[in-house]
């Protein structure tokens, strides 16, 4: 089985210099982006796959969630519109030709919101190493859909944040570390220097 890493919602409107949510972004940039950074050009090199999952919305919101207290919150502030900043993957990750851009219209995470199990399984990947963010819904949501889905997962530590920080490292270390091999960036990226 081969290996994809799948980033989350590395985009203009949640993770770049007009953020929805400021506090999340800043959070991000200090640690999980740069590593994220590293860490895609090593898989690449090491022949592993790269999926971009990223969320989309219409002007008007048709098809999209309303259910639930944080959708109205993260559209009021940032465009999210097919081709705009907000839904567009900040350029320091990609894509590159190699890289698979997935977008969702629903929900919180993107095993439920876009074909990412079809593609994963079209590529004969086994295994996913998730970035990104958020440590307080997205990844957890990423993570427990993958392992039902008979994916084991692989979380870097230091590539993923949440907030407050505190509360990030806590869902690692008493949730996600019973479902995920938790390492490092730096641990991955000598291993497939090693062994690709």
């Known amino acids: 089985m081969t290996l994809a890493i799948v ?99 629903h929900g919180v995470g993107p095993m439920g919101g876009t074909d990412l199990d079809a593609v994963l399984r079209n590529l004969g990947v086994g295994t996913i190493v998730t970035v990104g963010v958020s440590l307080n819904i997205a990844i957890p949501n990423l993570v427990m859909d993958a392992v039902n889905a008979g994916y084991r997962v692989v979380l870097p530590r230091d590539a993923v944040a949440g907030v407050p920080t505190d509360y990030g490292q806590a869902v690692i270390d008493n949730s996600l570390a019973l479902l995920a091999t938790v390492t490092t960036t730096d641990d991955l990226i000598e291993e497939w220097s090693r062994h690709g």
Do not use: K
Not at 51 to 59: E, F, K, N, T
Not at 61 to 84: E, I, K, Q, W, Y
């Open 7 to 105: 980033t989350q919602e590395l985009q203009g409107a949640v993770v770049g210099p007009r953020a929805g949510l400021a506090v999340l972004a800043s959070e991000a940039q200090q640690l999980a982006l740069p590593n994220i950074a590293r860490l895609l050009p090593a898989a690449r090199a090491a022949g592993h796959h790269v999926v971009h999952c990223l969320v989309q919305r219409r002007p008007d919101g048709l098809g999209s969630n309303h259910n639930a207290r944080l959708f109205p919150a993260g559209t009021r502030s940032v465009d999210l519109t097919p081709g705009s900043e907000g839904a567009t993957l900040l350029p320091e990750f990609g894509p590159e030709p190699t890289d698979l851009m997935l977008y969702r219209w």
